[in-house]
């Protein structure tokens, strides 16, 4: 059986046949982003990423296509030159970690010196750090999250149900989002600043039909449907070797609900007969609406440290 869902979205990498294959359907209106995981930790394995994770589905809900996501260390130089290739190649660019008040918190040095740029106490960070914290010299560690970039400004979030403001505001330069690298924080803040990435211009279509054949065996049929609708819509095929209820999840995505009925219509068609599941309900993984089901993430408990 295969499920239909209407979301706002970006064109996307196709998979084939265990090919990634970097393809687009014709638009105009393409919005990108890329990620930029900042730690030590996630390069040694001693911290597992789930930022990424997070943000790549939101922004895909909310029409934005992440074209790449990189994982770097708390090196300034290095911060420096990816935050300044990323600028210049996609709309958006989502920072993660490394804002805190020790010595190995380089993000916003790293991100002032990609734009020659400096840092500076910007007064409203200043005044949270003294609420959170307690008076403090400039110079301290505890008014090192209000040493951002001059040029920087500051957005603050609203709660999506209630309205509230959050207490503390997402530092932003040019295209650069650069959110902290605490999960429970970046997701809390991501939710109420979902405005700033979505793109409006699109609707897209998407379509799951779950198969019970291996990959191979319908690898040939999946190329056949996929050269005869490839300028329309993007096949993505996707195998599961421990799922007991079917093989291959195949997934559909156009720009139009006729191209992609057309397309779905071919491939049930062409897959031998029996090979289609008619209920996966309980394997489908439900896209949200960016508008109707996004996720509110409830107030987290008052941490105590800013090494985020």
């Known amino acids: ?9 970006c064109k996307r990498l196709k998979v084939t046949v265990n090919h990634i294959v970097g393809r687009s359907m014709t638009t105009n209106n393409e919005c990108s982003a ?8 996630i390069l040694k394995g001693q911290t597992e990423d789930t930022n990424s994770h997070f943000i790549c589905k939101h922004l895909f809900s909310l029409g934005v296509k992440v074209k790449k996501i990189s994982v770097i260390g708390d090196d300034l130089d290095t911060i420096a030159r990816e935050v300044s290739l990323f600028s210049k190649s996609f709309t958006h660019v989502i920072t993660t970690g490394g804002i805190g008040p020790t010595h190995d918190d380089k993000t916003f040095e790293g991100i002032a010196k990609a734009f020659d740029d400096v840092l500076e106490p910007n007064p409203v960070l200043v005044e949270l750090c003294k609420e959170y914290f307690g008076p403090a010299a400039l110079d301290s560690p505890k008014m090192k999250l209000a040493m951002v970039p001059k040029s920087a400004t500051t957005v603050y979030g609203y709660h999506p149900e209630t309205g509230q403001k959050n207490k503390f505001p997402l530092v932003t330069i040019k295209n ?18 979902e405005h700033l990435f979505k793109n409006p211009s699109k609707d897209f279509y ?11 065996s319908i690898a040939d049929i999946l190329n056949s449907v996929d050269s005869k609708h490839n300028s329309t819509v993007i096949l993505g095929s996707y195998p599961d070797f421990i799922n007991s209820y079917y093989k ?9 609900k006729k191209d992609l009925d057309d397309a779905c219509k071919t491939l049930t068609e062409s897959l031998p007969k029996g090979a289609v599941i008619p209920h996966a309900e309980k394997n489908t993984a439900v896209i949200p609406h960016a ?18």
């Open 248 to 256: 291959v999840k195949l997934v559909l995505e156009s720009e139009t």
């Open 1 to 9: 059986m295969h499920r239909f869902s209407r979301i706002t979205a």
């Open 176 to 193: 650069v989002y650069i959110f902290p690298g605490v999960p429970q924080l970046l997701e809390r803040s991501f939710v109420t600043l």
């Open 34 to 41: 890329g990620i930029i995981v900042i730690g030590d930790e």
């Open 291 to 308: 508008e109707e089901n996004t996720a509110v993430i409830p107030h987290a408990k008052k941490v105590t440290t800013f090494d985020i």
């Open 206 to 216: 998407t379509r799951e039909i779950y198969v019970d054949k291996d990959e191979v």
